[in-house]
């Protein structure tokens, strides 16, 4: 399958269409942003990393029932997925405080949950990606109200399986940013990416983190904690 024209580029994926009007190619850049891209930047390797990694746990989700977008790896970069239409939400999972939960609710980073928590921001970036709940979603007509629960079960399916995968390899599943997509016969698939980008992911024993956290905040050793993850996860499967 070979890339045509460029659909759309985003801040660390480019899309292009295909022969095939169903299907199209995400190809991962080393490009990393932060606050809305205000804070810019490279991660060398990133690119094939998180492709790798994303292809790797979608084939599984996929295997334990959950559908997504996933198709076929290409090459490093790029892989083959179905063309939805991307739900403009950003479906984030936590099982333990971090991040703007920490920041909005006051709770020390590290605090585990009793139970995991779901939350939708509106995918957009000109709002800066604001918080908001299943009524305003409905009001603004993102989803209809069934894919809003759909999209909470799969979000909380999709943390089960991860929290094992990850602890499986040493590492705790601390939060996680999901997007779905709708094929053309309204389907809802789990899209977008799973990566070091998109998670949050500590070492259990340590607690270092392994994870986009060490770009937002200048903690260095960026190249080698997404490696230290692709490491395990090659090592989980062999
Ligand atoms: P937050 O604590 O900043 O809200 O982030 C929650 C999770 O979502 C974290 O694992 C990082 C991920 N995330 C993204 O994938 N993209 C984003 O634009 C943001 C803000 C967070
Ligand atoms: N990708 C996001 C951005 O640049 C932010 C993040 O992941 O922290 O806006």
């Known amino acids: ?63 334990a029932g959950v559908p997504t977008h996933f198709v076929q790896e290409l090459s490093d970069r790029d892989t083959l997925v179905k063309k939805v239409s991307i739900v403009p939400l950003e479906v984030i999972v936590r099982n333990v405080a971090a991040g703007s939960f920490s920041k909005r609710y006051g709770v020390e980073e590290g605090v585990v949950f009793d139970a995991p928590t779901v939350e939708f921001s509106y995918k957009n970036d ?9 009524s305003h979603a409905l009001a603004l007509k993102l989803a209809t109200a069934e894919e809003l629960e759909q999209i909470k079960a799969m979000a909380l399916r999709v943390d089960e399986l991860l929290k094992a995968a990850f602890h499986r390899m040493g590492i705790e599943l601390v939060d996680f940013k999901l997007e779905f997509g709708r094929t053309p016969d309204g389907t809802l698939v789990l899209a977008d990416e799973i990566s070091p980008d ?24 960026v190249e080698d904690a997404y490696q230290e993850v692709m490491r395990r996860l090659t090592e989980d499967l062999a």
């Open 126 to 134: 000109d709002l800066g990606d604001p918080l908001l709940n299943t």
């Open 198 to 221: 998109t998670c949050r992911l500590w070492d259990e024993k340590t607690h270092e983190k392994l994870d986009k956290d060490r770009f937002r905040r200048d903690l260095g050793g």
């Open 1 to 63: 399958m070979e890339k045509k024209e460029q659909l759309y580029e985003g801040k660390a994926k480019k899309v292009f269409a295909t022969d095939d009007p169903a299907l199209v190619i995400v190809s991962y850049k080393d490009d990393a942003t932060a606050f809305n891209g205000l804070k810019k930047g490279t991660i060398a390797g990133k690119g094939v990393i998180n492709n790798r990694m994303s292809n790797l746990l979608m084939r599984r989700l996929e295997e």
